[in-house]
């Protein structure tokens, strides 16, 4: 697991001004810093390459990258791991030599030297790489398949510049204009969706993306492509528990492959208390960590502490409180190198930072509910619309905004994905700020598969996961220099849920598989309970904060596009929509204010 940047270019590139550049990310790999420069390619470009290794697989200085292949006089630098090196070493080894002990860095540059981008259909694991052929005039860049990994980058006809982190990028090419229409999409979805970034000209590699550049002349894009489409794997065939079972005790093995010991995320709920079981019962050691609140409402302690004694686990919580999440807000909102606006960030955050006092790794339980039906949005969307209800949607066009987004009338809407993306975007506030909405989630995430569960889960997949929930849990990590690593986000495991006849196993009783598997060992109210998330009480937060917000806002600078009464009527009517509104707003402008600084 690391961080890095690096530039192509004809001109000479400045060292230290690359090295105030990757400032920025450090905190991705603290063990070792590396500086790499070449010359590459026909046309004699320069090359300035740096790296942040954490290092986790392979410990030897052997295993430091940027690693250059003696046999091919490629070059590789990476971000994450790849969980069955082992295995493609072994097939590897008949046409290469190795210079490491069990580097997965080394198998993928092998990997990627002998097969070129197919070989990635081999990998299991995270990743975001850059691969440079210098002999072929070529330099790859490839986002695991459903982007854990960030990699953004820069181009023009005379240089290429890229990095795992955006504010790195942007200090680097000095690319601080503000894309107007991607701060709309960040105000209505919480997020700026790739391949777009809030600047105008840096650009985001989409998950599973593959994009080859060329250098023999201008530097120019050849081939931009998708190599794993898991809406080719939708098929109706028979669920069998024992086999979802076996995929998942499999996938978390697979994340268990380290040199250093492994943490586990409990948060007392259905998918991390799996993961638990799931260690327990192949017999690794439970090393697990939860955030409790002092607020009963985001408590989770009665759970949580359940599954610590069941499976004998080495146990560390922290509660929050309104003191230390005071403390936590700007560092936590500081750890995002992209605007992001859901206030979980706030309690990953801590719970990170906890984690990585004592570990490098932790296992977290992203991705159980876009596996198995778990947020309330995807019931809803299938439960049956009566006609008053129905009647209710139609309100939608003259509901005041600043009363909230309408989702509570568009949920009951008969169209499924009109239902379904209501809770996840917000057109009502794009106009109550006099701004035109430009794109809508149903229009860019959502495509009819002709099975309407199937349809819905792939567009969990191309949007939340990814690009909320993937971005989310790697910068509150990764800015605290720990590894996650997610059982429920292995590609084999989707691809045999996605295979098989699931909408009677999870609808309208959401993620039964992982229910049967813990039914033995808790109670009904255990299992059944109402899900509760991840959060911390935010609402609260922002209107005991008004004044500091108001001033951050009033003096900041994205004030000259806000309305003062816009602030006033969101203060005025106090909602958990209206906080969010405040939050997401407060954010933006940390954010620009931490760039333009």
Not at 141 to 169: C, E, I, V
Not at 231 to 237: D, K, R, T
Not at 291 to 301: G, I, R
Not at 467 to 484: A, F, P
Request: proline share 3%; net charge neutral; glycine share 4%.
């Amino acid at each position: 697991m690391c961080g890095y940047i690096g530039e192509i270019s004809l001109k000479p590139i400045n060292k230290d001004f690359l090295i105030q550049s990757n400032l920025c990310q450090v905190c991705r790999g603290p063990d070792e810093t590396k500086y790499l420069e070449k010359v590459v390619g026909d046309q004699n470009y320069n090359l300035s390459l740096l790296f942040n290794r954490l290092s986790i697989i392979d410990l030897s200085e052997a295993a430091s990258q940027p690693m250059i292949s003696k046999d091919f006089g490629t070059l590789i630098t990476f971000n994450g791991e790849v969980y069955n090196h082992s295995e493609l070493r072994k097939a590897l080894e008949k046409s290469c030599n190795f210079e490491t002990n069990h580097s997965d860095t080394e198998v993928l540059l092998n990997g990627l030297s002998l097969e070129g981008p197919k070989f990635l259909n081999k990998v299991r694991g995270q990743f975001s790489i850059v691969f440079i052929d210098p002999k072929n005039n070529k330099v790859l860049m490839a986002r695991d398949r459903l982007g854990q990994k960030p990699l953004f980058y820069k181009y023009s006809k005379n240089s290429l510049t890229f990095s795992t982190n955006l504010k790195s990028l942007v200090k680097q090419t000095s690319s601080d204009t503000i894309d107007e229409k991607q701060v709309i999409n960040y105000l209505n979805f919480g997020v700026v969706p790739s391949p777009h970034t809030i600047f105008k000209n840096i650009n985001k590699v989409k998950p599973s993306n593959t994009i080859v550049f060329d250098l023999s002349k201008d530097i120019k894009i050849i081939e931009d492509s998708i190599y794993w489409e898991p809406e080719s794997y939708i098929n109706n065939n028979d669920f069998d528990q024992k086999i979802f079972i076996e995929k998942f005790k499999e996938s978390l093995e697979y994340r268990l492959v380290s040199d250093v010991p492994v943490s586990t995320f409990l948060s007392g709920g259905l998918d991390s208390s799996s993961i638990t079981k799931g260690l327990y019962e192949i017999d690794a050691e439970v090393n697990t960590f939860s955030v409790t609140h002092e607020d009963k409402k985001y408590d989770e302690s009665l759970w949580i502490n359940q599954v610590t004694k069941k499976y004998e686990t080495n146990h560390t919580e922290i509660q929050i409180n309104q003191d230390n999440i005071d403390n936590q807000i700007l560092n936590a909102i500081n750890s995002l190198d992209e605007p992001y606006s859901d206030p979980s960030v706030i309690p990953s955050f801590v719970l990170s930072q906890i984690i990585s006092k004592k570990y490098k790794v932790a296992l977290s339980g992203d991705g159980g509910d876009e596996l198995l039906g778990g947020y309330k949005r995807f019931q809803n969307s299938f439960q049956n619309k009566n006609h008053f209800k129905n009647l209710a949607s139609k309100m939608y066009t003259i509901y005041p905004g600043y009363l909230g987004s309408g989702s509570n009338l568009l949920m009951n809407s008969k169209d499924q994905p009109t239902s379904y993306f209501s809770s996840l975007e917000d057109d009502k506030f794009i106009k109550m700020l006099g701004l035109e909405n430009n794109t809508s989630l149903k229009g860019k995430f959502y495509e009819e598969r002709g099975d309407s569960f199937k349809s819905l889960m792939l567009a969990e997949y191309s949007f939340f996961l990814s690009e909320m929930m993937c971005l989310k849990i790697d910068r509150t990590s990764m800015s605290n220099s720990l590894e996650v690593r997610s059982p429920f986000l292995d590609h084999k495991l989707i691809e045999y849920v996605l295979s098989s006849k699931m909408s009677d196993i999870v609808i309208p009783n959401a993620k039964q598989p992982l229910k049967k598997y813990l039914g033995n060992d808790f109670s009904h109210e255990f299992i059944n309970r109402k899900k509760m998330g991840f959060s911390f009480n935010v609402e609260n937060w922002v209107y005991k904060n008004k004044e500091f917000i108001n001033d951050t806002l009033n003096k900041g600078e994205i004030a000259y596009s806000i309305d003062p009464n816009i602030l006033k009527k969101l203060s005025i009517y106090k909602s958990r929509i209206n906080s969010h509104r405040i939050w997401k707003l407060l954010v933006l402008e940390i954010y620009i204010k931490s760039i333009k600084n």
